[in-house]
């Protein structure tokens, strides 16, 4: 091979390539790549290399010399192993020390370069350890010389070091086993890691002393980088089970868990107070990452923390370090990692630690805390009010609020022996109740709108956009946890928020008086937007979710409901009165609920003066929601739910009660009023029959709702379908349903009950009969009418589906097995209806969830038998469909019926008959057969259709 004649072909290949586009023709470009890849495959190349390395003078001809020798280095390695490999990693060290001029890119791949070598020779006698040795003469060096440029060429060998040896997908790929990288990154750790990271720190100390220029900005940046790598390293502690040998590198580690021999440096090594500094002398370089290093040094752990005095020192350190911003104003982009850092700590450190923190110091965390939270609220309401994109400091408040309710429940037992930290916590817990609730509430009460610069946004200023998600749900577990904060003083929060509550209603009356009346009122956006907040906030301070998200009374009532205060004779009075008699002094939990009463009664009385205009449906939804959770926690309780419960709260709002019917009558009225009002407000209707269905979960509630007379009238509309039952949105009508039969399947037998079963089976059994009994049926499907009623059919039959109970289970199923057979004709006949097939394909999987279970071999059978005729229907019209002409809209009954399989799936696994499993097992076979042709990409992105998929 002549190499000058090599040199002068890859030289002219490299000026095409880096040629503008109007300067060569494609077919010159791909001739000189085609140039570059052949001389990559060459046999034997490193000699050639190495002469391009010291005779080129174009930097991309180096670099791409440089790639050849690190892939065939690879390729090639048992013919270099000894001499030849050592002479190689040796040459090339010398080069890149030597050559002064040259580019970063060309740098990193020759370190990169030498890091491969020093992995494919690690358990030879030479390389890796030559080349740690190499490395400390090059920081030697370049401390003695002050070269910036020395310091990045060392940084960027333990850059590239800890690249090849990481164990993880980052790795270069060279070839050999996973068992061969896991030993090489077992030697790394535990002869040269600790040397890395001593180098490392001994570089930080010299960022200490003031501000760093822009010139050694770089540097520090790169040993930073290098120290996050490393505190964020996956260090191995046992030896690695051959079954997780090629798994291995998928193991994301997320705290940091050094040997403990590391516990030296970690904790005398003043890491913690070094980076802090770093940090507070750099505050305006947001590009730093010393918080993101203090953020994985405060999940500190595993053999290292075995010691308990210096781990008790080391956690002392960084609360003081934290406490430092208590005075200062946070920046935006110190909150994420300051949040982070609280966050670990918490959930990172067992709680016998936090035991042993002097007083002092543990008094001077949870203030930290609690500042931070405070501060974060304030900051995320003046991001909401500027409409800012990224919502960092309203995360960096979920995060902290998370870390501030782990840490009471954390001190639940130890606060038993410290009083003085007890009461701090409580303080703390209201101050953040307080600021939550001033954060969402307009002035004078509160601060939200509040701008940056301190303006305050009007009704005309301010956008007021619909936003995907409702605020319960996009913020359910930062009001859960607001929530938790406010019952550790629940006197003290009930009583504030009932005042609110009182107040915000007072003005409501007040405006809608007012603009009744054609006379100018101010602010009354923000009177709705200050009710929907503290419906939210109020309603997660009475309750709390269980298990199955079902609203609770909190055990953190149960001693004040326990008191003289509640359920007294004044209480029921002022309740049932609406307030309009003696008001209760210290029973917040009625003055709360008269308040929520009353804006019930204003909007009931808003709708029979035709002023629904006047009034804002996100409250409307907003204050469903608050009865349906009151409704499911307060009014007559499952004392099986509760280990110990209120005797006043039952004797107030228990089965025997006064109250507890007139409030389900209540709720039942302004149910029928807000379903005859509400008609285009489709999240208000959802939620008012979501109210209904809470208050039929509950037996003894069903029973005193049977004995209604407003409820059977809405029993009757919904099993008529008659408006404004039939214009209602989809899920409202199942919900509807569900809640009617649950009612009248609960009551004992009568003869009431039965006649209540035929009228509400038979008004939709009859409709269906009838269409399908059509001979113009085809030619009519599509009028409005036929579709409307069909659908109003299957939603019905879903909603009776989804009230099987023990109870119910087999009438329900004498009831639902005809329309099986008659949803295989209607999924014929609109099988390019996308929402009838929906309903159709929704029928088969609500009662897969909910009605199987109960069924017999007999009954499976009907159900599998069905089921079959079912899909064979849906395959007849899916011949020709695959993955590249599904509809959009058709995806949707395609996940259906991935869920429909799973669940027969696992019927045919729990049951033992194997009759009853082998005709599961062939609907599945069935299924998947015609689904798998039409499955795509986009489809199984879906969580939930990957889920069915695979089980």
Known sequence: MNMDNVLRELEHAATVLLSGPHEVTNTQRRHADHTFQAFKRSPNPFECCIFLLENSSLDYVKYQAVCTIKEATVRLWPSLKGERGSQLRTFLMNYVVQKHNLVNYLKEQLMQ????????????????????????????????????????????????????????????????????????????????????????IRDLSLFCDGTVSQKEKPLLLKVLSLLYSIYSWNFIHDKLPYTLVGKFAQMEATVFKPPSDWAEEVF???????????????????????????????????????????MLAYMAETIRHLAAFRTESIHVH??????????????????????????????????????????????????????????????????????????????????????????????YCLSVFMTYLQCHLFPSDGIRSTTANGMVCT????????????????????????????????????????????????????????MASNQPVTAYRQIHEDLHWLLLISINLLCEPNEDDRALIPEDLFDYASSDAVGDEISVQYILSLGSSQSPANDHIARLLVAVLRLCQIENDAFQAGFVHLLSPQVGSSLMFWLSEFASAYVMPREADYWKLSVRLILLFGGDSTLAPWLIEFCVAKIGSNLAVWLTEEKVLQDTARLLLTLTQNRDRSTALFNMASFLTIAEKVATNVPPVATMPSG??????????????????????????????????????????????????????????????????????????????????????????????????????????????????????HLIRFFDHTELEQLFQSTL??????????????????????????????????????????????????????????????????MTLELLQSVESARSAVS
């Open 732 to 849: 409202a009508r199942k919900m509807l349903a569900e809640a009617v039969v649950l009612v009248t399947s609960a009551k004992a037998d009568s003869e009431r009950k039965e006649q209540f079963w035929n009228m509400i089976f038979s008004n939709f059994s009859q409709k269906l009969d009838a269409i399908i009994g059509q001979e113009e049926l085809v030619a009519q499907r599509y009028t409005e009418r036929v579709i409307s009623e069909v659908c109003a059919a299957f939603e019905g039959f879903i909603g009776f589906s989804k009230a099987s109970r023990l109870f119910n289970a087999q009438m329900l199923f004498t009831h639902l097995l005809p329309r099986f057979e008659q949803s295989v004709k209607i999924l014929d006949i609109y099988h390019d209806y996308s929402e009838v097939v929906e309903l159709v394909l929704e029928l088969y999987l609500s009662t897969s969830e």
């Open 113 to 200: 370069t030498v890091a491969v070598i020093s992995k494919l020779s690690c358990f030879e006698s030479y390389s890796l350890g030559e080349t740690m040795q190499e490395l400390s003469k090059l920081q030697w060096e370049a401390r003695s010389k002050e070269s910036v440029e020395m310091k990045m060429l060392y940084l960027s060998l333990i850059e590239a070091l800890l690249y090849e040896f990481s164990g993880g997908v980052k790795s270069s790929s060279i070839g050999l086993s996973w068992e061969y990288h896991h030993k090489c990154k077992v030697l790394f750790e535990e002869r040269y890691m600790l040397s890395i990271y001593q180098l490392l």
């Open 268 to 310: 005398n090594g003043n890491c913690v107070g070094m980076l802090y500094k770093v940090h507070a002398l750099n505050r305006n370089h947001s590009d730093l990452l010393a918080l993101q290093c203090l953020v994985q040094l405060a999940a500190l752990s595993g053999p290292t923390i075995n010691d308990e005095a210096p």
């Open 334 to 427: 110190e909150i994420v990692s300051l949040s982070s850092i609280v966050f670990n700590m918490i959930t990172t450190h067992p709680t016998p630690l936090f035991e042993k923190l002097e007083e002092t110091v543990l008094k001077s965390f949870i203030e930290t805390i609690a500042a931070l939270i405070m501060a974060s609220a304030r900051s995320a309401a003046q991001e909401e009010a500027a409409q800012e994109e990224d919502k960092v400091f309203e995360e960096s408040f979920e995060k902290l609020l998370d870390a501030w309710c782990r840490l009471r429940f954390k001190f639940e037992l130890l606060l038993k022996g410290t009083p003085s930290v007890a009461e701090l916590i409580r303080q």
């Open 869 to 934: 005729a079912m899909l064979q229907v849906y395959a007849k019209h899916s011949q020709g469909r695959n993955g590249l002409n599904v509809e959009e809209e058709q995806h949707e009954d395609v996940k259906l019926l991935l869920q429909i399989l799973s669940k027969y799936a696992g019927e045919a696994i729990l049951r033992d008959d194997v009759a009853t499993g082998g005709n599961a097992t062939d609907v599945v076979v069935c299924g998947l057969h015609i689904l798998v042709p039409i």
């Open 459 to 514: 009704d005309d200023d301010e956008e007021y956009e619909e936003l995907d998600e409702d605020d319960r749900d996009r913020f359910h577990d930062v009001l859960m946890w607001i929530g938790m904060c406010g019952r550790v003083d629940v006197i003290q929060s009930l009583n504030i928020t009932a005042k609110l509550m009182e107040d915000r209603v007072a003005l409501l009356v007040k405006s809608v008086q007012q």
